[in-house]
């Protein structure tokens, strides 16, 4: 009851407010003692977020007429009530004994028959609800029908294995601090402390755990030896090839992994920049160099705007992460299926068109802009570079080449599961020495 009431509170919040489940989670998780609730909470959070496309259609299907937006959290025990029914082992009976519990216990004792009636139902029609339900792609694939619309538009070879690999668990993948030892050592830590772990073939410093762990449990974690972060942004830092004696500026730092990535391979930097217009999550960004051991200048502004903070001392590289979609990371934030509109789309492209043109202003002439996103939609990406090149003829595109991803016309894209890796995008551009 302790796990589900917590996972029903973060939900809530998700549905009803709109607040991801980064916000929402953790303070539905404090009162919440015992790790194994812990670990069923946040199961529970995240599965009816990966899979509620289908799980509405469900819903939808078993109740005569939707509930009103005062009675989310009805709703959302439903949702919760479904996805263990149909992707866990937890016993049936439990898990609707419980969502009937959960909603007598948040005052609505009239939801307890309607609960009840929904799940029994589905219990006894559950084979054909589910093909009926699976009669249309988008429930069956369980991704919102304007994303699924875009994938088959963008990737018509490749958009349904797009979605399933949206819809798995993201793996633990780690990059080792080579500050402090090298991948191969780290993995015998690994090993000796009972985690077994594969090297990744793209990135010297990444491994994949076998089952994911608390970071508690990694060796050397907090005195700095390793970090968690997946395999495709570890790319970033190796891209930007910053060498001893240059100015870099990391445009949209947290939560600070490519930061950190970038000093720990070139340790001789003249100074790097971590930029973030959100200051608590610029907080995150020192709180992982700290970790780590290094140091950069912190600088809480808006990288659109740099009138406002620059010093007019320009950069020699720039990495600019651009905020994107967050297409190609679902697997690890499948909040974005139910947060994301279409209509939101063309706004973030004129935000990474307004980033794009502040950057190449503070870039030194004979510099390095490294763009990039965790989006897979062309708008946001190879599109992007095209209309930036359109506007600024002097720029060189340098696609990058590599083993890794898909070569663009201008950029390299990764899909998501590809290598392993989450969807990511990726493009160079050289600045003139004449400019």
């Known amino acids: 009851m302790e796990a589900r009431g917590a996972a029903i509170a973060a939900l809530v919040e998700v549905f009803a407010a709109g607040r991801s489940l980064g916000v929402s989670l953790p303070p539905a998780l404090r009162p919440v003692a015992d790790p194994r609730e812990r670990a069923l909470a946040q199961d529970l959070c995240y599965g009816v977020l990966r899979w509620w496309p289908r799980l509405e259609a469900v819903a939808a299907l078993l109740m005569s007429r939707p509930l009103k937006g005062r009675d989310t959290d009805v709703h959302c025990v439903i949702l919760a009530a479904l996805y263990q029914l149909i992707y866990t082992r937890i016993p049936p009976h439990a898990a609707v004994d419980e969502a009937v519990k959960l909603v007598a216990g948040q005052g609505k004792p009239w939801a307890r028959g309607l609960v009840n009636a929904v799940l029994r139902r589905f219990q006894r029609e559950r084979e054909a609800v589910l093909a009926r ?108 090839a910053s060498r001893p004696g240059e100015r870099v500026l990391d445009a949209c730092a947290a939560p600070g992994g490519k930061t950190a990535h970038i000093l720990e391979l070139q340790p001789g930097l003249r100074e790097l920049v971590a930029l973030d217009r959100d200051a608590a999550r610029l907080g995150r960004v020192g709180e992982n160099l700290d970790r780590l051991g290094l140091a950069a200048t912190l600088v809480c502004a808006d990288a659109g705007a740099p009138a406002d903070w620059w010093d007019g001392d320009p950069f020699d590289r720039i990495l600019l992460d651009a905020p994107c979609s967050g297409s190609g990371v679902i697997r690890r934030h499948p909040d974005i299926k139910r947060l994301r509109r279409d209509t939101d789309i063309a706004p973030l492209a004129a935000q990474q068109a307004r980033l794009l043109e502040a950057a190449w202003g503070m870039l030194k002439a004979g510099g390095v802009l490294l763009y990039a996103t965790c989006s897979i939609i062309p708008e946001e990406n190879d599109g992007q570079i095209a209309r930036f090149l359109a506007r600024h003829p002097e720029a060189a595109a340098r696609r990058p080449e590599a083993r890794w991803g898909r070569a663009l016309s201008a950029g390299r894209q990764i899909l998501p599961g590809e290598d392993g890796m989450d969807g990511f995008y990726y493009a160079c551009m050289d600045k003139p020495a004449h400019a």
């Open 133 to 240: 339900v699976d009669r249309d792609e988008a429930a069956a694939l369980a991704y919102p029908r304007w994303l699924l619309d875009r994938l088959r538009t963008a990737w018509p070879d490749d958009w349904r294995e797009i979605a399933r690999a949206g819809n798995e668990r993201p793996p633990m993948c780690l990059r080792v601090n080579r500050r402090r030892g090298g991948r191969d050592e780290y993995r015998r830590e690994l090993a000796a402390a009972g985690l077994a772990a594969t090297a990744l073939p793209h990135g010297a410093e990444a491994l994949v755990l076998e089952q994911p762990v608390d970071v508690e449990r990694l060796p050397g974690f907090s005195a700095g030896r390793v970090s968690v972060q997946d395999a495709a942004a570890q790319l970033a830092a190796g891209l930007l």
